[in-house]
Structure formats: structure tokens, C-alpha cells
């Protein structure tokens, strides 16, 4: 069965950069579909980050562009979320998700999500 | 950027009720080549990640309940779930993936 899992650093300081992993086991990244990262804010919006494509191919926010950097490790077959100049704006439970672009970009994979705080 | 709007924000049911809620777009949300409309929905239980309900504004994704009807066109769209049991009390929310992808704030159901 297909599995995500993110992990990070839980507390980030402002104006420093954050880094996620998300591992995937049960499917190879680079055979299909898109990985992506979704946010969710206290108060419950969500906000779709950005994905990395099985080719290797990104597409980010417009909102997040000039922060935002999606890469991969496919021997480790994890990939990666930066964002940089953190600010308490971002405090936000971060999800990694599967997305299928022939059925509209739906999201049928997800992680547990790894909550993460932007704190001096 | 395509906005997405929920309503209600909340709603209050009894098992075994019918409930229908709505979600409507700033922009259309059908692709005129494919003609198939970008919207889909999920479910969000407490402390768990969301869930795929409905994709293609309509159709039910592989093991969801066919008491999960999704509907509309366009930029008129609403989940309706034809028998609400204890299990869907949760947070559902829309998203359009015609341009980007954005979604909605959420529709809380709650049990009365």
C-alpha cells in the first residue's frame, strides 16, 4: 500500500528556512503521478504549496514563488519541501500528498501531517 | 486566482438526516475540451488527514459510501449525503483544480 510520511524539525525560528521530508514506500516517485505539499493553518484553511512531478518537473504556488523549493532524492525515493524567511505566518500543519493529474489533480494519498511552529 | 466559497460554515444534524451543502467558485470550474468540471471533495475527520470523496464534481472515489453525492456545474456546486451517519461528522471542503489549485474554508458537520 502506498504510505507517506513527513518529518521536519517541529520549531523554526523567524527569518530562518524550513525543511521537510516526505518518505513514500509502496510506490516509486518517479513511475507516476505528482507529490505535493499542502499546509493547513490554525483555523483550518488549507493551501495547496506546490508538487514535484514523477519527471522531476516543480510547480509552485504564485503566493509562495519566490520562497518556495520542491526537490527530490530518488535513490531514497523521498522528496523535499524548503521554504525560506520563515515568519509566524507559516505556522501551519504541513501535509505531503499523492496527486493523479488525469483525474484533475486530486489528492488520494496523504501523510499524517507534522505540525510546525515558527517561534523566536 | 479562482476563490472558492462554502456554505454553511456549519451544520448541525441528527443521524439518519439528509444534508446538503454548497460550494461555489469565482470562476467556471468546466473544462470546455474535456467537458468535465475541475471540483472535488473531501472529508476531514478530526486529527486525520483529508480524504478524497468526489472528483469530476460527480464522481465517487473507489470505497466511498453511495450515500456521497456530488453535484453542478460550472460555478454552482454541492455534496449532498443522502443519510448522515455518525462516522461523517467532520469537515468537508471543496477544491478546484482548474487553474492551480485552491480550496474552500470548509463546511463543519456537527451532530445535534
Known amino acids: 500500500d502506498v504510505q507517506l510520511q513527513e518529518s521536519g524539525p517541529g520549531l523554526v525560528k523567524p527569518s530562518q528556512s524550513l525543511s521537510l521530508t516526505c518518505t513514500v514506500t509502496?510506490?516509486?516517485?518517479?513511475?507516476?503521478?505528482?507529490w505535493n505539499w499542502i499546509r493547513q493553518f490554525p483555523g483550518n484553511k488549507l493551501e495547496w504549496m506546490g508538487y514535484?512531478?514523477?519527471?522531476?518537473?516543480?510547480s509552485y504556488n504564485p503566493s509562495l514563488k519566490s520562497r518556495i523549493s520542491i526537490t527530490r532524492d530518488t535513490s531514497k525515493n523521498q522528496f523535499f519541501l524548503q521554504l525560506n524567511s520563515v515568519t509566524t505566518e507559516d505556522t501551519a500543519t504541513y501535509y505531503c500528498?499523492?496527486?493523479?493529474?488525469?483525474?484533475?489533480?486530486?489528492?488520494?494519498?496523504w501523510g499524517q501531517g507534522t505540525t510546525l511552529t515558527v517561534s523566536s | 486566482d479562482i476563490v472558492m466559497s462554502q456554505s454553511p460554515s456549519s451544520l448541525a444534524v441528527s443521524a439518519g438526516e439528509k444534508v446538503t451543502m454548497s460550494c461555489k467558485s469565482s470562476q467556471s470550474l468546466l473544462n470546455s475540451r474535456t467537458r468535465k468540471n475541475y471540483l472535488a471533495w473531501y472529508q476531514q475527520k478530526p486529527g486525520q488527514s483529508p480524504k478524497l470523496l468526489i472528483y469530476?464534481?460527480?464522481t465517487r472515489e473507489s470505497g466511498v459510501p453511495d450515500r456521497f453525492t456530488g453535484s453542478g456545474s460550472g460555478t454552482d456546486f454541492t455534496l449532498t449525503i443522502s443519510s448522515v451517519q455518525a462516522e461523517d461528522l467532520a469537515v468537508y471542503y471543496c477544491?478546484?483544480?482548474?487553474?492551480?489549485?485552491?480550496f474552500g474554508a470548509g463546511t463543519k458537520l456537527e451532530l445535534k
Open positions: 469530476w464534481a460527480s
Open positions: 477544491k478546484q483544480s482548474y487553474n492551480l489549485l485552491t
Open positions: 509502496g510506490y516509486s516517485i518517479t513511475s507516476d503521478y505528482a
Open positions: 514535484i512531478s514523477y519527471s522531476g518537473s516543480t
Open positions: 500528498a499523492r496527486s493523479r493529474t488525469t483525474v484533475g489533480a486530486t489528492f488520494d494519498y
